[in-house]
């Protein structure tokens, strides 16, 4: 058990986690504003070619997330106006965003760059004699900057919804958008920000990959990440640390199959590929009988419609 | 009147002339169609295919081959609507459906088809159909060679393998790599981890870090997700064998040697073939002894010495020759019927496992 176990398992885990979580969190906002985007997958294409572009012209890591978050939050504005203002079909919208982001991304992938390369991504940052720590050291203090802040904005999103008066805004619009109106608050303005709010961390959430996890940009990078992420909001019943959690249990199972190869252990590699999202189904099923889903999510809000 | 008429006339025979011409040059030029479910810069499984291609067109000229390379239809039900427009247009000399998921698609489309060549790999099934070329390659062969040299260059005897799923020429490179491997030093541990995707750049990077972290030096792996470990290889500056094609490049010092399909090589014999009339029924091997596989040792790496890699190529000029020979067996018979049924039925496997979401 010790081998399976083991300091560099739990330490994957969270690098692993980092990705859904940044998209998980991004979504968490707009769906409790009513909002649904499943474009998150061709948003984090566009934030991940983005950066990867950006630093390999410029060498500069920052500028390179700086990117990420513009391309994200112009992404975000788009889906914005396709499901607040024209009132689209949001599940088909977002579908659309996502093979935008997925052609696009290889369109400008093939024109701009043209074979894989691999750039000088952000290293990982020992964090002084918390680094040192015997196995919490590795687990815990040795990962690049993108890992502590996608895990730093779970407290912070937390804080955002349940204890400040925007946080109120985007809960009433996504229960009562009707009732929110009626007390003055704007529904479009909060849908905006939020699911633009979400585009920028899909775009983090894509640099995060490409300029931080991996340091390459290829065709279809993320292989379906979004789509996960949206699943993990499902999970963690529209909560900030649910979301967490899902996103940390469903990449610890990935971590430790990997793990139970490396070693040599004889696991059925299907069995092992499926485990995540079995474990992560079963949980879901637990998880929804108490879900409170945003009542209004998925519906656009005409003024005047009860 | 008159004028009119030898006007009219002056005219209708440019025009059939002109006509007969543009007939004439089509017949001329051999035209292919290709779908594959990657990207024509995968550094792997569609860039030796289009890179073949754009060797014969080099070799023909533009004027006498011409192709269109439909690329990223990871959506077998994509790759069926290309496959039947392709094939219904009477365009084309041959059609390829490069990759196993597709074998299903080309097995119903054939028979509708009977006049259109097509081909698919990597498989040896032509389905019993006159109009169906089936090609594969003897990955093994150069998984044996890379293992071989891998073992000898690892000092922890610990190697990694980074594998895709479990079918056609993956499978084969990779047993054929840890054949390799222990035929140099028994004592070499080869773990091998099957992320069940070709396209999962992040899991197959911390599959890699998984690897490494138990005591890998080296590494080795398939498929377009290579781009990932080989970032963890550079990182960790340590060593790595690839396949498919030439990731050298990309790999810079840590990359070792590669084994490269050369689909030229089978191109040219089934372009010959439908030239004379065979549309299919023919299958395909790439393989050391008719040159389709090519072992080049890295050109970026300048941590190697000329001296060093001199040895290397000897060694591997060796190696080639033994196997080629039969010297060297690979996978001894008892263990090529387990071999054989596990390509069977790998078309659907891989179908299911690279549908996007």
Known sequence: ???????????????????????????????????????????????????????????????????????????????????????????????????????????????????????????????????????????????????????????????????????LMIRAVGQNPTAADAMGVSVT???????????????LAGASLSIALLNVFQQNL??????????????????????????????????????????????????????????????????????????????PFVRGDS | MLKQIRLFALVAVLLLTTALSAVHAQDDVFSVAVVSPSATTDLAFSQSMYDALVLIQEDMGEEAFEFVFQEGTFVVDDAAVALRDWASSGEYDLIIAHGSQYGSIVEELAPEFPDVSFAWGTDENTFGLDNVFAYTVAAEEGGFINGFLAAQFSATGNIGVVGPIEVGDAKLYVDGFKVGANYANPETVVNVTYIQSFSDVPLATEAARALIANGADIL?????????????????????????????????????????????????????????????????????????????????NTVLSDEGKAAMQEEIDGLIAQIIAKEIVIFPEEDMATAEAMMDGTAEATAEATTAP
């Open chain 2, 220 to 300: 080795t792996g398939t498929a377009q997700m290579v781009v990932g470990p080989i970032a963890v290889v550079q990182e960790e500056e340590l060593m790595w064998f690839g396949t498919q094609a030439s990731q050298a490049e990309l790999a810079g010092d840590v990359g070792v040697m590669f084994q490269i399909y050369r689909w030229d090589v089978i191109l040219k014999d089934m372009i010959a073939a439908i030239e004379e009339g065979t549309l299919g029924g023919e299958t395909y091997v790439l393989t050391l002894e008719n040159e389709g596989l090519e072992i080049e040792i890295s050109p970026f």
């Open chain 1, 189 to 203: 303005r909060v849908r905006y920000a939020t699911v633009t709010i979400g585009g920028m961390l899909s775009g």
């Open chain 1, 1 to 167: 058990m010790s081998d399976i176990l083991t300091a560099s398992v739990f330490a994957s885990t969270l690098r692993l986690a980092t990705p859904y979580l940044f998209a998980s969190l991004g979504e968490m906002f707009g769906q409790r504003s009513g909002v649904l985007n499943l474009g998150v997958d061709g948003i984090m294409l566009m934030g991940a070619f983005g950066a990867f572009y950006t630093v390999l012209i410029t060498q500069n890591l920052i500028l390179g997330v700086l990117v990420a978050l513009i391309i994200g939050a112009l992404l975000g504005l788009v889906t914005a106006f396709i499901s607040v203002t024209l009132k689209a079909e949001q599940g088909i919208s977002g579908i659309g965003m996502y093979l935008f982001g997925l052609g696009m991304s290889e369109l400008l992938f093939q024109k701009l760059i043209g074979t894989p390369k691999s750039i000088s991504g952000f290293p990982p940052i020992s964090l002084p004699i918390l680094s040192d720590l015997p196995i919490l050291g590795e687990i815990f203090f040795r990962h690049n900057i993108l890992v502590y802040l996608a895990f730093a904005l779970v407290p912070i999103s937390a804080y955002i919804l349940r204890s400040t008066t925007w946080g």
């Open chain 1, 222 to 299: 993320t292989s379906g990440l979004g789509f996960i992420a949206v699943a993990l909001v499902y999970f963690g019943r529209w909560q900030p640390w649910g979301v967490m959690l899902g996103a940390v249990l469903f990449s610890f199972v990935q971590a430790l199959q990997l793990q139970i190869s490396a070693i040599g252990i004889d696991v059925p590699d299907e069995f092992a590929a499926m485990s995540p999202y079995v474990i992560t189904i079963i949980a879901l099923v637990f998880a929804s009988k108490q879900a409170e889903k945003p009542t209004a999510l998925t519906k």
